[in-house]
Each structure stands twice: as structure tokens, then as C-alpha cells.
């Protein structure tokens, strides 16, 4: 029998749609095939609840391993233990330090699995990559979410930064659509994923923007539509709501599919997870919710009893997501993208690697326009311009960088200039 503790910690990388939580399946099997334990971490709550799903792997959040970790049976218990942290990437750099410190001491073996070109974590981020060039890491190459071969290419297209093969490759299937404006951008994203939804009623979908102010938009819109069809009540009660310390103003009516923002562990409710109000009701300055869970649960709770200290509402209208919340996710069908210049390389890699059947984007053609310059001098927009301004923006490697390493560009660029120094004076 091996010891986990011939090395303290491992990276696994894999591609978007690689099928990581395949391997780490095996990676359980093979493990407690030789009497070890295994257990997964995620930083958010519905992430680990679809990592035990998928997996079969026993899995928490990071704080709650964290916890268990510093009780005082942590030692014990963990010993010859394997974690498996997915989405690594999103881990900031002093909660992983924390989380390497806790696991050496209580004698478990790490292992790191993630895509440092996806999305970073918010704050501190860059450690899964700087980890993973400093010791290496096992890479899975193969995409197998995509079904079609083109698409697998234009993901990785995406990937490597080359986003103007990716383009192109939109471009020649129909999936690019730029529109005159932000407002026809919306309406066409809108109007294409309800024709596709009439047409493949069993197909999943997805609509994504960066930002919540995109995405509130396309929330409203979809609703419209669901409203226009009969599927939503008209009790359209107006609420201030929160999301990742954002307030927003949604209507609620019977039907309405909405997302939960917070996790209420005396409630049971997950950061993220979605279900349908069967009723709303308001009762004076209150109100009342009843959602049946997409789990099957059926729960019920007032305004009040689910807010914030300002009194915010923490749900909200889940037509739409933002690209960051959709890492992770794999879409049986099709998705549908509205682009902005702040999208960067590794925003564009994940939301363009989501569906299983095809990407569509929607962009705004005055953004490109002005990102171009053609609107500040008054030239006329041309195509060629616009998909060079588009391949631009999709290709900019925003990556953070750690502290220590732009210490070390530093030195290394003093070393340089002292050398230069050096040789004219003795040149001199």
C-alpha cells in the first residue's frame, strides 16, 4: 500500500469539458481502492452539492473543511485523507495557503483540480497558475463537451487566445450576430433563444452576461416573454432585492423562476440554487414566498425572514446568470452569449464553453465601434473593423498576477539594467 504522504499535494488541470469530475470519480475509486478516504471541497456550497452528485465524492465548502480541519480530532481524522478541491482557480491565495497549512498538519494529501486560464478567484487570485508552473501539473487535453468537432476547436480556439479563428468559425455557422446597438443586442439575444426553445422544448438553454447590469435586462425580457405566453402569474410584486452586494429591483409572480443568493444554513438554502414560486402573496409590508426547489423541495418563508441588514430580498430572477456563475456548468443545448468589450480572454473561454451544442453571441456594434475609434472620427463601420475590434477584446489576458512574481519581473529587470550599466562602463 502508498502513502498519500509521498507528496503533500498534486495540480490536475483540464481543459473546459474535459471531464474532470470523471477523473476525479476514478481518482476516489482508486484511492479508497487502497484504504484511503476521500472527500471533496468547493468554495461554494451548490458547486460541492454537484461535486457529491456527480462524483460520489463526500463534499463540503471550503470553510466548512477548514472547520473541521482546525477542530481538535482534525489530526485524527484527516490522516491518510485525500482532498479533492475542484475549481481551484476560484480559491483565493490566503484561503489556500490556510487550506495547505490545515491539510499538512492533519496529514492529508491535497489535490488541486481546475483551468488557471478560466476565471480567476475575485480577490488575490493567480495561485493555481503560479503553483502549477512552479511544481507542474497533470493536464486532461481532450474536450468531449462539445459534440461537434468544429466546436471543440473553436472552444480551444477561445482558450489559447486565438479568438479570431473562433470568430470566424461563429461567423461561418450563423452563431455571430453584432447588432446596431446594446437595446437590439438584448431583443435579438432575447428573440433567437425563444425560437430555439419552441423548437427543442427537452433541450437545456443558458443566457449569460459579464455583469449584473446586463444581466438584469435579459432577465426582464425573458420574463416578458414567459408572460406574454400565460406561464407567469400577474401579481408582479415589486421588490429591492441583493445580489453580490448589488441591488436590483425584481417583480415576482407565480411561476417565476428565481435563483437564492445566500446561503441560510438554518433554512437549508444554497447560494445559487433555483426553483419556481408556486405562490407569492403580500402581506402588509411583508411578503410571502412559496418555491418549490428544483431538488423537489418545497419551501415557504417571508421577505423579512430572508434578507440582508438593509432589508434586501436575497433572491432573484433566474433567467439570466452572469458568466462568473456559470463556471462549472455544463448546458445539454445550446447558450446564448451577450458580449461586452470587458469580457476578456478567460470571460470568453468559459462562456463560450458551456453548451454541448452551440454558442450564440450577441454584441453590441457601437461598443466596437467606439473601442475602434471609427465613432470618434465619424467613419463608417465596416465588418472587417468591427471583427478585428471584437478579436482584440476576446483575446486580452487579464490574469492576476502574484505579488512574488511581479517581484521578480522587478529583479530580473534590474539585473538587466546593472548589466547594461556594467558593459558601458567597461566599454567607457
Known sequence: ???????????????????????????????????????????????????????????????????????????????????????????????????????????????????????????????????????????????????????????????????????????????????KDSQSAREQLVKHWQAYSEVNPDKQTMIMAQRWKDVKPLNDLVRKVYQEQGKLGTENILTECVVSNQSLYFAFSKGERVRFTKNDYKRDFTNGEQGTITQVLQQGDDIRFTVKLDSGRTVSFYQSDYSDEQGRLQLVQAYACTVYSSQGATIDGDTFVLYTTAMDRAASYVAGSRHKDNCHWFVNGQELDAQSGQADKGQTPDMATRLKTLARCMSINKHKAMASEYIAEQEAQQEVSQQITNENELAA
Open 1 to 179: 500500500m502508498f502513502s498519500v504522504r509521498q507528496s503533500s499535494w498534486d495540480i490536475i488541470q483540464g481543459c473546459a469539458g474535459a471531464g474532470k469530475p470523471t477523473s476525479m470519480q476514478a481518482m476516489r475509486l482508486a484511492y479508497q481502492s487502497q484504504g484511503f478516504s476521500v472527500r471533496g471541497a468547493t468554495v461554494a456550497r451548490q458547486a460541492a452539492q454537484q461535486l457529491e452528485k456527480d462524483t460520489g465524492i463526500e463534499s463540503t465548502t471550503l470553510a466548512s473543511l477548514l472547520t473541521e480541519l482546525g477542530k481538535g480530532n482534525g489530526q485524527a481524522k484527516f490522516k491518510d485523507t485525500v482532498i479533492l478541491l475542484d475549481e481551484a482557480g476560484q480559491l483565493a491565495t490566503p484561503d489556500l495557503l490556510q487550506l495547505m497549512q490545515a491539510a499538512h498538519t492533519a496529514g492529508a494529501k491535497l489535490v488541486l483540480v481546475g483551468e488557471q486560464q478560466q476565471m480567476d478567484a475575485i480577490t488575490h487570485g493567480g495561485s493555481l497558475r503560479y503553483l502549477s508552473q512552479r511544481q507542474g501539473c497533470a493536464r486532461i487535453d481532450t474536450i468531449r463537451r462539445q459534440r461537434e468537432a468544429w466546436a471543440r476547436t473553436a472552444v480551444n480556439d477561445l482558450r489559447a487566445g486565438n479568438a479570431k479563428a473562433a470568430l470566424d468559425t461563429f461567423a461561418g455557422k450563423g452563431l455571430l450576430h453584432i447588432e
